[in-house]
Structures are given as structure tokens and as C-alpha cells.
């Protein structure tokens, strides 16, 4: 964690209140907003992905699930990935439930969570919108997950926050992967091999 992770961590968790309902994507920034949500109360998770920075909440008793509005008292995630702490805690956990990506990321389904609130990260970011998020400078990085199925049920959750993929600026020259792009589609800023108009 950096200076400027941290910091867009905390610009990020000012859009969540208490009694959200969490989504939260795999990288430094999503972890660096769960480490600010330790005063939150009430927070409820729907997630494709269950990793330490929930375990952590769920530890200090910041996740109740209390008042998602679907699967009330319950964690809902597809899958699992961090320490063996993680690994420990949901096995035979009541209180975790695991479903396929089929519904777990339906935008429907997401979308009947309470107050629901995607948190999610980018490669890049271009002036007109575009996202990257599964590549850096036209080579690829990562898969694309269940980010656009959640920023699209967060936007129809009722007072749900769709938050816009997070990135750092980088002041650097356009021969290297920085942010914002005039546009996605120049010769020297090659296309993301997926992207998401904002």
C-alpha cells in the first residue's frame, strides 16, 4: 500500500454510509477501501470474490448483513481467495454462502441488494469514459470478473453507488500505461482487450 492507494481508498469509502451492501474486486484498491471501513456498522456483502480486507470487517464486527434486503444474514460470494484465515472462516460458516457467478453476478440479483455498492479498480481510463481493466497497454493482465454485471446492479439498486472503476494518475509520457488517455484507440495507446463505457 502506497501514499496514493491509500488516499483514493479513502476518497472511495466516502461514498459508503452504514447499512451498504458491499462489492468488493481484487487489487490494492479495494483493499485499501476496506481498510477504512472499520467504523462503518450494519454493512452487508454480495461479492463474486470473499478475501481477507471482508474478513477483517467481519472480525470487528462491521458486517451484519442485517439489512441487504435479500439474503438477510448472509454474506453471499461465488468464490474465496486470500490466507488460509479466509479459508478457516468459511468452512462451514452459516453465515457465508457460496452460489455460482450465474447468479451471484446477475445484475438482477445484485440490484435487489439495499443501498448496494461496487468497488472496483482500473488499468486505464480514457477522456471519453472507456475503462481498461483487464489489460495494461494492450497486453493483457487480468480477466474482466463480474466488474461490469456489479457496476451495472449497483446502479439499479435502490440508493445504490455504481462507483466508477478507481485508478492513480500517473504523470508519465503516453509510450507507457498511464491515465487519463486522450482515447483507447490511438496507435500509441492500444486497446484494452475489454473496456466499459462510463
Known amino acids: 500500500m502506497d501514499e496514493v492507494t491509500l488516499q483514493i481508498g479513502k476518497y472511495v469509502s466516502l461514498l459508503i454510509e452504514d447499512g451498504c451492501t458491499l462489492q468488493a474486486g481484487i487489487g490494492k484498491i479495494p483493499d485499501a477501501v476496506l481498510r477504512r471501513l472499520t467504523g ?3 454493512l452487508g456483502v454480495h461479492t463474486e470474490m470473499f478475501s481477507d480486507g471482508l474478513l477483517n470487517l467481519y472480525k470487528n464486527g462491521n458486517i451484519t448483513n ?13 468464490f474465496c ?3 488460509q ?3 478457516d472462516f468459511v468452512d462451514n460458516n452459516p453465515h ?3 452460489h455460482g457467478t450465474a447468479y451471484v453476478n446477475n445484475p438482477l440479483v445484485i440490484a435487489r441488494n439495499r443501498r448496494m455498492v461496487s468497488i472496483t479498480s482500473a488499468t486505464q481510463v480514457d477522456l471519453t469514459g472507456q475503462i481498461v481493466s483487464d489489460s ?6 487480468s480477466g474482466l470478473g463480474g466488474q461490469v454485471d456489479f457496476i451495472r446492479g449497483a446502479g439499479m439498486s435502490p440508493a445504490g453507488v455504481p462507483s466508477s472503476p478507481c485508478l492513480p494518475r500517473q504523470r508519465t ?5 498511464s491515465s487519463p488517455w486522450p482515447a483507447l ?5 492500444p486497446p484494452g482487450v475489454t473496456s466499459i463505457t462510463w
Open 96 to 98: 457465508v454462502e457460496f
Open 85 to 87: 484465515k479466509v479459508y
Open 40 to 42: 462503518y456498522n450494519d
Open 66 to 78: 442485517r439489512f441487504k434486503g435479500l439474503h438477510e444474514g448472509k454474506t453471499i460470494a461465488s
Open 185 to 189: 484507440e490511438q496507435e500509441w495507446a
Open 81 to 83: 481467495f486470500g490466507s
Open 136 to 141: 495494461v497497454a494492450g497486453q493483457f493482465y
Open 173 to 177: 509520457a503516453p509510450s507507457r500505461a
